[in-house]
Structure formats: structure tokens, C-alpha cells
């Protein structure tokens, strides 16, 4: 996939105050410093996705076009242990108001840490996903940390683990699974408006 341009096209910090953009659009979650941004900077060839070492930066959901036909929107993350009670609540009601009523939205990546795999958030968001008939992918990253062997392991670990849960491997440091979470990214992309 070849990216010509990406504009940043606005935030949203409040439930409802979303950008109104008429392309498909592609969310992507996961749990604070899992890589989001450093994911989505791999995909789209470019640092725009604010990365950080420190955790929870990204408090809001933010809003990429790509090549002016696909949005790219990057949501908080969640699971930050030194948030309070009342703002990890505002951020799942933001990030659950979006998912429901987003019209253009065609599909969620998921994303956790290799090491770790999903825990019971990322099993939680896969059947919201599965009641609200959005289609979601599972991707493991950072898979440059590991070992080719612990790779392997825990590759077939996750499979059984999911189950028909659709999952892919891939790294933001080295760009393993790109050219394959590109093509789900654009699957996802092509399908029919939601119901
Ligand atoms: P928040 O927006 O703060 O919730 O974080 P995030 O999920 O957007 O994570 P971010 O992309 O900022 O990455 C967090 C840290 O993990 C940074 O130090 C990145 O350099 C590192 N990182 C992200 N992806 C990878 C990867 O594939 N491999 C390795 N080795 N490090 C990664
Ligand atoms: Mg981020």
C-alpha cells in the first residue's frame, strides 16, 4: 500500500464532538504503551501518531485521512493503573459512544503486546464486537522483543487461546506483518456500510 498523503483531521474529547469525515473508517485500540501510535506510524510510513514511553498519553481519539479516501482513528488507550476511577470511566464511555455510533466506521484493530496477549479487556472489546456485528482483528506487536523460538510458542499459545478470533503478528520496529495488516485494514475498508 502506498501512503501519498495523511492529514490529521481533528480530535474528539467528548462523545459525540467526532469530525465529520465521509471515508470508511478504521479504529484502533488497545491498552496504554501497547504501540498504537507507533503501529499506526508504520502503516502509514510517517511519525504523525504521537508516541511516547510514558503511558496514557493519547486522551482522546484522534483522527487521520489517508490518501484522502480512508480515516485512520487512533483511540485512547485504557488499563493505565495511575488514572482515577472517574477518568478511566470517561474514557470508556468516549471510546464505547464512538464505536456505537459511528457511521463509517467498518472495523476495529486490536492491538496487544506479544508477550502478554489479550487479557480480559481485549476478550471484553471482542465480544462488544461480536454483539455489535463490527468486524475486528487481533494484533499482536512489539514480536521484535521476542525470540524466533518464544515467537513460535507463543504465536500458537494465542491461536489456541482465541480461537476463531482472527489474529495477526507484527512489529512497528522492524514492520513484520505490515503488507498483512494493510490488506485486512483495506478488506475491512471495502465492506458494506454497517446495518
Ligand atoms: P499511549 O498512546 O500512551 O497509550 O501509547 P501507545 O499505545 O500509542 O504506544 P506507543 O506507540 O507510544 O509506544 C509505547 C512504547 O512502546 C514506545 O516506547 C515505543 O517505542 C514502544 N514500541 C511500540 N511498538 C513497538 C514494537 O513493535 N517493538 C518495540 N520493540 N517497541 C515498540
Ligand atoms: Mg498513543
Known amino acids: 500500500m502506498k501512503v ?4 490529521f483531521a481533528g ?3 467528548q462523545p459525540g464532538a467526532y469530525p465529520k469525515l465521509p471515508h470508511p473508517e478504521i479504529a484502533f485500540a488497545g491498552r496504554s504503551n501497547v504501540g498504537k501510535s507507533s503501529l499506526i506510524n508504520r502503516l502509514l ?5 504521537r508516541t511516547s514511553a ?4 493519547t486522551r ?12 485512520f ?3 485512547p488507550g485504557y488499563g493505565y493503573a495511575q488514572v482515577s476511577k472517574q477518568e478511566r470511566g470517561q474514557w470508556q464511555h468516549l471510546v464505547e459512544d464512538y464505536l456505537i455510533h459511528s457511521e463509517n466506521l467498518r472495523g476495529v484493530i486490536i492491538i496487544v503486546d506479544i508477550r502478554r496477549g489479550p487479557e480480559d479487556e481485549e476478550l471484553a472489546l471482542c465480544e462488544f464486537f461480536v454483539y455489535h456485528q463490527l468486524p475486528f482483528l487481533i494484533v499482536a ?4 522483543k521476542l ?16 480461537g476463531d478470533y482472527p489474529l495477526l503478528l507484527f512489529s512497528a520496529h522492524d514492520g513484520s506483518g505490515k503488507a498483512e495488516l494493510w490488506q485486512a485494514v483495506l478488506a475491512f475498508a471495502s465492506d458494506e456500510e454497517r446495518g
Request: hydrophobic share 40%; net charge positive.
Open 45 to 49: 510510513d510517517r511519525q504523525i501518531a
Open 11 to 13: 480530535a474528539a474529547a
Open 147 to 162: 525470540k524466533r523460538g518464544q515467537l513460535q510458542q507463543q504465536h500458537k499459545a494465542l491461536t489456541a487461546q482465541l
Open 4 to 7: 501519498t498523503s495523511v492529514v
Open 54 to 57: 510514558t503511558p496514557g498519553r
Open 60 to 71: 482522546q481519539l484522534n483522527f487521520f485521512v489517508v490518501n484522502q479516501n480512508l480515516t
Open 141 to 144: 506487536t512489539k514480536c521484535d
Open 73 to 75: 482513528v487512533d483511540l
